[in-house]
């Protein structure tokens, strides 16, 4: 794990610095890529902190042996604070309502000035990650005490906060959504945009699980506890998303295609445009039919490697359905991959994957049996 952080470190830095580059040779290009890696990035930092709450509040034997995953995960949060700040110097490129000559020629541009400006769009900013990353470090250091209790109060004051915790949180996300992503298209809206991100960034967080259990199943710490139960669970947590990011998305496309407006389906006539079409064929293939039939076999979810190149599938798709939710709104005419795509992509995954093992190494991964029992206490309790 040492060697993997600190390479990951090397990486994220050398491609970032690689990356640097491309503001000077092409900005447009290079701030489009920098707002596709950051949502990634950032949504599975928020798939960890929803996850992490909802054992909280469920409970389940698939939480104790993953948990220290997702808490790891959240605490990735300070991180893409930090990184959001080159992005507020390229709003310019990526936002019409930016540019004063836009604003002035464009009505709907003018009556959401009040609204869409450089300073509201920093200070929310500033505020979503304050309420996002309180949550996280909240939620961390109870966790942590928990460990040390020998009561129920940790997991009680867990449980406590979660409730509540699972509806502010993507309360918090849907107004970043609207302001990072579909404020490129102002004359756009959709009320379940965010609620598609979120799925998928929750599919991406039981995915990254899957394959961090799958690497680690044979280590002293998990040998003696992993099961095909485990794996199980965690393989109908994918299908359940699968199904539901599935849902969502076909749900927005069916409102607006029976709706017929301009202003609504211009969304979807840029990206399914060109060979922009073949990208959307190609995710619901691999993030919606591929998966869901292979999940739908007991025997698929307790194979240890089929559920893990699943969840490596599911990874690899989202961050290109990511890249076609918001690419099309630049690239109008049709696929068009950058090669600060590629470079801003890795070196932010670099960054956030040494900060995630950082987090990941500095207490035991399993949380103890007492514990557990604890913890099913704390839950009958509220219950």
């Known amino acids: 794990m040492n060697r993997v952080r600190h390479t990951s470190f090397v990486v994220g830095i050398l491609f970032l610095i690689l990356s640097g580059i491309g503001v000077a040779v092409q900005p447009n290009a290079f701030y489009v890529s920098y707002l596709i890696a950051f949502t990634f990035w950032f949504g599975l930092a928020i798939g960890c902190l929803i996850i992490t709450m909802i054992h909280h509040l469920a409970g389940g034997d698939w939480g104790n042996v993953t948990r220290r995953f997702f808490e790891a995960g959240s605490m990735t949060l300070p991180l893409m604070a930090v990184l959001m700040i080159p992005l507020l110097f390229g709003l310019h490129e990526l936002y019409p309502w930016a540019n004063l000559e836009l604003v ?179 995710l619901l293939l691999f993030h919606f039919f591929a998966p869901f039939f292979v999940l739908l076999f007991r025997s698929a979810k307790q194979n240890t490697h089929v559920l893990a190149i699943i969840a490596g599938l599911l990874l690899t798709v989202h961050a290109l359905a990511v890249y076609w939710m918001i690419a099309p709104t630049f690239y109008p005419a049709g696929v068009a991959f950058h090669w600060t795509d590629f470079t801003v992509w890795l070196g932010m995954g670099g960054l956030w994957l040494g900060i995630f093992l950082s987090n990941l190494a500095r207490h035991p991964l399993m949380i103890s049996p007492g514990l557990v029992q604890i913890k099913a206490t704390a839950l009958a309790h509220e219950k």
């Open 104 to 282: 002035a020629a464009d009505k709907i541009l003018q009556q959401k000035a009040a609204y869409e400006n450089i300073t509201g769009f920093t200070l929310r900013a500033l505020l979503f990650f304050c309420i996002l990353t309180g949550i996280a470090f909240t939620l961390r250091k109870w966790s942590l005490q928990q460990d040390a209790a020998q009561d129920i109060i940790p997991s009680v004051k867990l449980g406590t906060l979660s409730g509540p915790g699972i509806v502010i949180v993507p309360f918090v996300v849907t107004f970043a959504y609207v302001d990072w992503i579909m404020s490129i298209e102002p004359a756009w809206f959709s009320t379940v945009f965010a609620i598609i991100l979120m799925a998928g960034e929750i599919l991406t967080g039981f995915s990254m699980a899957v394959i961090l259990l799958a690497c680690l199943r044979t280590s002293p710490v998990f040998s003696e506890t992993i099961t095909n139960k485990h794996f199980h669970d965690l393989g109908n947590f994918l299908l359940t998303f699968v199904m539901f990011w599935t849902y969502v998305s076909f749900s927005q496309f069916l409102i607006i295609y029976s709706g017929n407006q301009p202003h609504e389906i211009s969304w979807y006539m840029h990206r399914l445009a060109g060979s922009w079409r073949w990208v959307a064929v190609f």
